[in-house]
């Protein structure tokens, strides 16, 4: 099953974000619970969340993700920094909790020179301190480009939290194909090296969605510049091969590529069409 999707705006609240994804021939999504550089919310609005998982169980979506905002650090420096990201991210479980079953995804953090460990210890006390073991949210870690010091840029420091995370079961990681390249993993070339040394460190069960994307630079630059599918280092087969591979199948996979709806509407068939036609996929489960 292909599940394909893209960032959308949830600025006209949560049931319309469903129909917007249908206008863009889309059976996932993803957006922001508040400003993604700030951190205000609207009021809960319970009919318009039931609306929403109403149509997506009519319409065979799969998870949708929703995105903690950027500016979220709980491994600051600082201690009320640290204490607002716990404070945001209990609140935005909460109200997933209205759409049970989906995923919430956030940037581990930047470490601002403490070091990746000390850093993923801070991580993990904000998610030993927030989740809950009958929770219906399973939180995912998106892997980083490393820009600056941000935390996750290798599968070694994301295993790191999630090792000191008590209720790991509420626990999965996000994709970013193009986080991922310009961390220095090259899933343009070598995708089967990468997902296996993925199984090794952290192990595929723990893989829940994938933002694809196109980047602007090449393997290793930590530089996080999105580009349109098909336009950047990446390239149309590469990607293609992503959304064939036999084992990820199934994903949700979420464009953040730089476009608006129409856009994203057309990137969408585009994938489409390349779906199933890889030899990555055809070489799959059929001939063993
Ligand atoms: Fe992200
Ligand atoms: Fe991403
Ligand atoms: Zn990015």
Redesign the pocket.
């Known amino acids: 099953m292909f599940f394909i999707g893209a960032h959308l705006s949830s600025a006209k609240g949560y049931l319309n974000m469903g129909k917007d994804a249908l206008k863009i021939g889309a059976n996932t999504f993803q957006f922001f619970t508040r400003n993604p550089r700030g951190f205000k919310s609207k009021p809960l609005n319970e009919e318009d969340l039931a609306g929403l998982s109403r149509l997506m169980q009519e319409e065979h979506f799969s998870p949708v993700v929703a ?1 903690a905002p950027y500016t979220l650090n709980p491994c600051s420096t600082r201690p009320e920094v640290c204490e607002l990201a716990l404070q945001i991210f209990r609140e935005d479980l909460k109200i997933m909790e209205y759409l049970p079953g989906n995923y919430y ?1 956030f940037h581990p953090g930047s470490h601002l020179k403490q070091g990746p460990k000390e850093a993923a210890a801070k991580i993990a006390d904000m998610l030993n301190q927030v989740l809950s073991p009958d929770q219906h949210t399973i939180v995912l870690l ?1 892997t980083m480009a490393g820009k600056g010091t941000e935390v996750g840029r290798t599968f070694e420091e994301l295993a790191m939290i999630l090792e000191q995370v008590e209720l790991s079961e509420k626990m999965g990681v ?1 994709f ?1 194909s ?2 991922l390249s310009d961390a220095g993993y090259d899933v343009r070339e070598h995708l089967d090296q990468v997902l296996s040394e993925f199984d090794q460190v952290i192990g595929l069960n723990r893989l829940k969605a994938f ?1 694809l ?1 196109d980047s602007l630079n090449p393997l290793g630059s930590h530089k996080d510049r ?1 580009a349109l599918i098909g336009e950047g280092f990446l390239g149309l087969s590469a990607l293609t091969n992503m959304i064939n591979h036999p084992l990820l199948d199934g994903l949700p996979f ?1 464009l ?1 590529t730089p476009t608006d709806m129409e856009g994203h509407k057309k990137e969408i068939e585009l994938l489409k069409k390349h779906y199933h036609e890889s030899e990555a996929h055809e070489n799959g489960s059929d001939n063993q």
Do not use: A
């Open positions: 995105h995804n998106e996000c970013d193009c986080h933002h994307n999105h979420i953040e």
